[in-house]
C-alpha cells in the first residue's frame, strides 16, 4: 500500500512539476519573455527566419474589401510600387504592404503616443503612460482625427488604409507573428484611424514637445533682465536665415498683439519676476535650373532623427488616377510624406518655433477645481485615465484641463523630462489643436506646380516644417509652415502668466503670412532648422532655434552660392559635408590662448602629451571624418570649456536651479571678443580664473581623457572610435542593431551624425522631362530582425552613397530590378 501511494505521489508531483513548468515557460514574467513560446520550433522565434519575402513571378492574393484588383511590383531593395484604379485601393494597398513589414513598429508607435505600453510590458512604464496621456497626445490625436474625418477624400484615405493594415493581421497566425509580438508576449489588435493620428502626434512632441521655458524663467529670476538680454538674445550675432533678410514682403501684416505692462515692466527691470516653485538638426535644399548641369532644378533633403531599426521611413511608390507618387512614408500614416512626382519634389526640416508655452496657474483652493483667470474663477475639466496594466489593476489618473491646455504634473512629482515641465501649470500646445496635415500630402503627393504646393501647406498645423520645394516649372521655394500663433515679442520665452487674458494667445499668423522664399536671386533655397527669417520679419516666432543650426546653414549657403553646374551628386556629397565652421572659427583663437601668456597657470610644455595635440590639432583641417584624430580632441575640448565657463553660473549642481547655458552663438561671442568677461571666473573658487587658463585646463582634460581610454596619441584617437555612431533596435535588444559605425559627422555639421542622431533619410531629386532621383536611408524596408532586408541599405548610407531609386511611369512598364509581381484581388 505505502508503495502505491508513493507511486501516485511521485507521478502527481511530476505532473505538477510539469504543469508549472509549461506555465512558467509560456508566461511572460516581468521583463522576461515566455521562453516556452519564444523558443518553440513551430511557433516561436525560428518561424520569423525569412529566406525570400517576394517569390519571384506574379502572385494573386484574395484580400476582402477591394473594389478593383491592384498590383504591386516590388524591386530589388523591396519597394512596393502599389498601381491602383482608385483611392480607397490604392491606400488599402499601401497600408496592406506597409504592415507586412513594419507591423510592429507602426503598433508599438501607436501604444506609446496613446499612453498604452504598461499594458505590453507592466508597471515599469506606468510613467511613461501617465506622461503622453498628461502631454495631451491622444487629446490632440483624437481632435485632428475628428476634423479629418469630416473631409470625405481623407476619410477615404484614412479608413482604407486601416482597412489595408487589419487584412494583413487578419492572415496572422501564432507561428507568423512578428518577432518582438513573441518577445512581449501580445498580438496585435485592429487598426484604426485613431492609430495613425497617434503615430503624428508622436513626431509633433519628438520635434515640437521640448521647452525651456522653466529654464528660462529661472534664469531671469536669478540675474535679472539685463543678464538675459546679453547672454539670451533675441537674435545671435551670426545667423543666416532661411528667408534672407531683405526679401520684400507680399502681404499686409496683422497688428500684433502689445505686450502687457507687467511683462514689460518686469523685462526692464522695474519690477520684480514672481517665479513659479534633446540635439537634432537636418538640412533641406533646392537649386534653380540656372545652377544645374541640365537647366533644371534639383532638389535634396536629409531629416535627422534618432538612429533606430526598424528605420523611421518606409519606401513606397502610389499610382492611381491623378496621382504618381515616390517617397517615403511613415509606418502607420498613408501617403508619402517626404518624395516627388513627374512635375515636383519636396521636402521638411523642422521649424523650431515656439509653439509650446506654459502658464503659470492659480488654483481657488487644494482641491484645484476652480483657476483664476480674467477677473473670475473658472472650472477645471477633469478628466479621468484608465491606464491598463499588464499584472497588476488598472491605475487610474486624473488630468487637470484649462482653457489653455492639460495641467501636465498638478502636484510636485520627478517629471518625466526634467526641467522642462513645471509643476501645476497648464501647457498650450499647437499639437492640442485640430489640424488636417493629411489633406497637406495627398495634395503635395499629386502638385504639379507652386500655386499646388502652397495650396497643399494652407492645412498644415504640426509639427511646424521648412517645406522646400522644386518644380520641372523652373520654381523653387521653401516655406516655414504650420499653424504659428500670433503673439507679442518674446511671448512664451519664459513662463506666462495664467491670470491675465493678455498673456493668452490671441489668434494666428495667417498661413499666406508664413515666412516664404520663391526663386530668389541668389539662385537656390535652403533650411538647417535655423532662424526662419531676420529681424525684418514682421512677426515673432521664436528666439532660439539650436546650438548648431547657424553652423549648418552657413556651411550649406557657403557651397550653394559657389556651385555651378550642379549634378545630383554634387547634392550627394554636400549631404556628407563634415567640415564644421565652428571649429574653423575658433580654433585659431584656442590655440592662441593656449600658447599665451601663463597668468598663473602652467603653460604647454615642449614634451608634454599636449603639445604634440596641438601639433596635431594645427594641421587639421576642420573636417569631422571619420578617421580624422583632431575632431575627438577638439570636441571635448570645446566641450569642457563651455562648462567651464558656464557650469558654475548655470549648472544644476552649482546653483540648484534647472537653468540652459547661454547659446553657442554667444559663447564664440566670448571666447572671441570678451576674454575678461566676469563670467570666465568661477565663482566657486577663491581665485579668479581668466580665460587662458581655462583653455589650458580644457585641453589637459581633453588630452587626459583620451589618453587614458585609447593610449597615446595615435589611430585609436579616431572621431569615428570617439563618437561611436549605434543604430539600435527600438527596444534596444543586444546583436538586432549595429554599433560603432565608422562615419564621419557630429553636432553642428551638414552631415549632422552623432552618437544616436543623423540622416534618417537622404535624397537627392533631378527634375525634368524625365525625374531621376536617388535615395537611402539606414535599415531596410523590412522590420523584421530575420530577414535580409533588415538591414540591407545601412552600408550604403554609412559610405555616403545613394541608391537610384525606381519610378515606374506604369503598371506594364519594364525594368529588370522589378523582381516580382503581385495582383492583389477580392
Known amino acids: 500500500m505505502l508503495r502505491f501511494v508513493l507511486r501516485w505521489t511521485k507521478a502527481l508531483l511530476a505532473l505538477g512539476l510539469a504543469v508549472a513548468l509549461t506555465w512558467g515557460l509560456n508566461t511572460k514574467h516581468g521583463d522576461v519573455p515566455p521562453f516556452g513560446k519564444l523558443l518553440s520550433p513551430f511557433r516561436g522565434f525560428w518561424q520569423n527566419g525569412e529566406v525570400a519575402e517576394a517569390r519571384p513571378g506574379p502572385q494573386t492574393l484574395r484580400l476582402p474589401g477591394l473594389r478593383q484588383p491592384v498590383q504591386v511590383r516590388f524591386d530589388d531593395q523591396r519597394v512596393p510600387h502599389i498601381f491602383a484604379q482608385n483611392d480607397h485601393d490604392l491606400y488599402y494597398a499601401q497600408g496592406y504592404v506597409t504592415a507586412r513589414d513594419r507591423l510592429w513598429q507602426m503598433d508599438f508607435i501607436a501604444h506609446v503616443a496613446a499612453g498604452r505600453l504598461a499594458e505590453i510590458v507592466g508597471p515599469a512604464r506606468l510613467e511613461t503612460d501617465r506622461f503622453f496621456r498628461r502631454m495631451g497626445l491622444p487629446f490632440g490625436a483624437r481632435k485632428s ?20 493594415v487589419n487584412a494583413y493581421i487578419g492572415t496572422l497566425t501564432p507561428q507568423t507573428l512578428p518577432f518582438e509580438y513573441k518577445l512581449l508576449d501580445y498580438a496585435p489588435e485592429p487598426w484604426e484611424p485613431l492609430k495613425s493620428c497617434l503615430i503624428t502626434k508622436y513626431m509633433a512632441f519628438d520635434l515640437s514637445g521640448r521647452s525651456d521655458d522653466l529654464r528660462m524663467s529661472n534664469a531671469l529670476a536669478r540675474y535679472g533682465p539685463a543678464v538675459i538680454k546679453d547672454l539670451f538674445p533675441d537674435y545671435p550675432v551670426q545667423e543666416d536665415p532661411v528667408v534672407p533678410v531683405g526679401t520684400p514682403l507680399d502681404f499686409q501684416p496683422l497688428p500684433v498683439p502689445p505686450t502687457p505692462p507687467g511683462f514689460a515692466a518686469a523685462m526692464s527691470g522695474q519690477v520684480p519676476q514672481n517665479e513659479p516653485d534633446p540635439e537634432l538638426g537636418s538640412n533641406n535644399f533646392a537649386v534653380s535650373g540656372a545652377k544645374s ?25 502610389l499610382a492611381a488616377p491623378g496621382v504618381n507618387v515616390y517617397g517615403v512614408s511613415i509606418p502607420g500614416t498613408p501617403m508619402a510624406v517626404i518624395g516627388f512626382n513627374e512635375h515636383v519634389a519636396w521636402g521638411v526640416t523642422n521649424v523650431a518655433a515656439d509653439v509650446l508655452d506654459w502658464y503659470q496657474l492659480k488654483f481657488k483652493d487644494s482641491s484645484r477645481r476652480e483657476y483664476w483667470h480674467d477677473g473670475r474663477w473658472k472650472p477645471v475639466r477633469r478628466v479621468v485615465e484608465r491606464i491598463k496594466v ?16 492639460p495641467v501636465v504634473y498638478d502636484k ?9 515641465v513645471p509643476i501645476a501649470h497648464a501647457m498650450r500646445w499647437t499639437a492640442h489643436d485640430a489640424a488636417n496635415e493629411f489633406r497637406t500630402f495627398y495634395r503635395l503627393n499629386r502638385a504639379r506646380t507652386y500655386p499646388d504646393y502652397t495650396a497643399a501647406l494652407s492645412t498644415y498645423g504640426s509639427p511646424a516644417q521648412n517645406f522646400v520645394f522644386a518644380s520641372d ?17 518674446d511671448q512664451g520665452k519664459f513662463i506666462l502668466d495664467g491670470t491675465d487674458p493678455a498673456y493668452d494667445w490671441q489668434g494666428w499668423i495667417p498661413a499666406a503670412q508664413n515666412p516664404h522664399v520663391k526663386n530668389p536671386p541668389r539662385q537656390f533655397v535652403a533650411s538647417s532648422n535655423q532662424f526662419s527669417t531676420g529681424p525684418d520679419y514682421p512677426y515673432y516666432l521664436n528666439w532660439d532655434y539650436g546650438n548648431g543650426s547657424y553652423d549648418r546653414a552657413h556651411r550649406l549657403n557657403e557651397r550653394l552660392a559657389r556651385m555651378s ?11 556628407n559635408d563634415n567640415l564644421s565652421v565652428t571649429a574653423r572659427l575658433l580654433l585659431p583663437r584656442l590655440l592662441a590662448l593656449a600658447a599665451g601668456p601663463a597668468n598663473g597657470d602652467t603653460l604647454v610644455a615642449a614634451t608634454a602629451p599636449e603639445a604634440r595635440v596641438l601639433a596635431e590639432l594645427r594641421r587639421w583641417n576642420y573636417m569631422y571624418d571619420a578617421n580624422a584624430l583632431s575632431p575627438s580632441v577638439y570636441d571635448l575640448w570645446f566641450g ?37 568677461s566676469p563670467w570666465v571666473d568661477d565663482r566657486r573658487t577663491p581665485q579668479r580664473e581668466t580665460l587662458p587658463q581655462l583653455v589650458r585646463r580644457s585641453l589637459r582634460f581633453a588630452t587626459d581623457s583620451l589618453t587614458r581610454k585609447y593610449g597615446p596619441l595615435g589611430p585609436k584617437w579616431a572621431w569615428k572610435n570617439q563618437k561611436s555612431t549605434d543604430i539600435l533596435h527600438m527596444l534596444q535588444l543586444p546583436g538586432f542593431g549595429h554599433m560603432d559605425l565608422d562615419c564621419g559627422g557630429g553636432a553642428g555639421i551638414v552631415n549632422a551624425t552623432t552618437e544616436r542622431t543623423g540622416p534618417s533619410w537622404r535624397m537627392v531629386v533631378a527634375l525634368g522631362p524625365r525625374v531621376r532621383a536617388y535615395g537611402v536611408f539606414p535599415g531596410g524596408q ?18 555616403g552613397q545613394l541608391n537610384e531609386l525606381l519610378f515606374l511611369r506604369s503598371a506594364g512598364e519594364a525594368n529588370p530590378r522589378v523582381r516580382a509581381t503581385w495582383t492583389l484581388a477580392n
Open 412 to 420: 510636485p512629482e520627478k517629471p518625466f523630462l526634467a526641467g522642462q
Open 145 to 164: 482625427l475628428d476634423l479629418a474625418m469630416t473631409d470625405p477624400v481623407i476619410r477615404t484615405v484614412l479608413t482604407s488604409y486601416s482597412e489595408g
Open 473 to 489: 516649372a523652373q520654381d523653387i521655394a521653401l516655406w516655414p509652415n504650420g499653424h504659428f500663433p500670433l503673439k507679442w515679442r
Open 782 to 799: 523590412s522590420g523584421n530582425p530575420g530577414s535580409a532586408a533588415y538591414d540591407n541599405m545601412l552600408e550604403t548610407w554609412r559610405v
Open 390 to 405: 499588464r499584472g497588476r489593476p488598472d491605475r487610474l489618473d486624473t488630468v487637470l484641463y484649462t482653457h489653455h491646455g
Open 640 to 676: 569642457n570649456l563651455v562648462q567651464r565657463i558656464w557650469g558654475d553660473d548655470f549648472g544644476l549642481k552649482a546653483t540648484g536651479l534647472e537653468m540652459r547655458f547661454p547659446a553657442r552663438d554667444r559663447t564664440k561671442t566670448l571666447l572671441l571678443h570678451e576674454e575678461n
Open 293 to 317: 548641369a541640365t537647366g533644371y532644378p534639383l532638389l535634396a533633403n536629409d531629416p535627422h532623427l534618432q538612429l533606430n531599426l526598424p528605420s523611421i521611413w518606409y519606401q513606397v511608390q
Open 565 to 575: 553646374r550642379a549634378t545630383p551628386d554634387s547634392l550627394r556629397m554636400l549631404q
